[in-house]
């Protein structure tokens, strides 16, 4: 039999939003805040240019691994 392979198909953590200026916005969910019970989103806006969405990947793997 062969060994499960280390990539799996995984959900995406987070999410990228083009806004009107033609900036990016990367949100990633970061729980529950235990004080209120509301969800906890981590945010970063890219601003606009040819490297954008490579610069947008970026910061979600950064910000999903904090």
């Known amino acids: 039999m062969a060994a499960p ?5 995984r ?3 987070g999410s990228v939003q083009e806004l ?3 900036a990016l ?3 990633v969910y970061a ?7 509301g969800r906890h ?3 970063e ?3 606009p240019g040819p ?4 610069d947008a990947q970026k910061v979600m793997r950064r910000l999903a691994n904090q």
């Open 31 to 37: 729980g529950i805040d235990p004080l209120t019970g």
């Open 5 to 9: 392979s280390a990539r799996r198909n």
């Open 51 to 54: 490297t954008a969405g490579a």
């Open 20 to 22: 009107p200026s033609g």
């Open 45 to 47: 806006t890219i601003p």
């Open 25 to 27: 916005r990367v949100s």
């Open 11 to 13: 959900r995406q953590r």
């Open 41 to 43: 989103y981590l945010r």
